[in-house]
């Protein structure tokens, strides 16, 4: 069983940065897996904000690709997500996600981290 739990959210103003951690069970091979963050805001569905193939090649949605950085620690098994030129509209709760990257569906979630950006 894959067990993620995020960290590193909280508020901050436009332009500023946040380094969101999200880190696995013992029992998780990151190398194995492809890994991901979504985010979901009030009243919105939940969207994909990037994801990092166990060959370590990243995809990003048009929002974000430019600003924000997703990356993984091999050796402490831990998935980041930098976030950078932060802006009002990238505020949500951010989640990571996993799974084996044979499978199509995202099997493994974290419980989720608040970002609040003021304008």
């Known amino acids: 069983q894959v067990q993620l739990v995020e960290s590193g959210g909280g508020s901050v103003q436009a332009g500023g940065s946040l380094k969101l951690s999200c880190t696995a069970s013992?029992?998780?091979?990151?190398?194995?897996?492809?890994l991901a963050w979504f985010r979901q805001a009030p009243g919105k569905e939940r969207e994909g904000v990037g994801s990092i193939d166990s060959d370590g090649s990243t995809t990003y949605a048009d929002s974000v690709r430019g600003r924000f950085t997703i990356s993984k620690d091999y050796v402490q098994n831990i998935l980041y997500l930098q976030m950078n030129s932060l802006k009002p509209e990238d505020t949500a709760m951010y989640f990571c996600a996993a799974r084996r990257c044979v499978d199509n569906t995202w099997a493994y979630w974290g419980q989720g981290t608040q970002v609040t950006v003021s304008s």
């Open positions: 013992r029992y998780t091979y990151y190398s194995t897996y492809c």
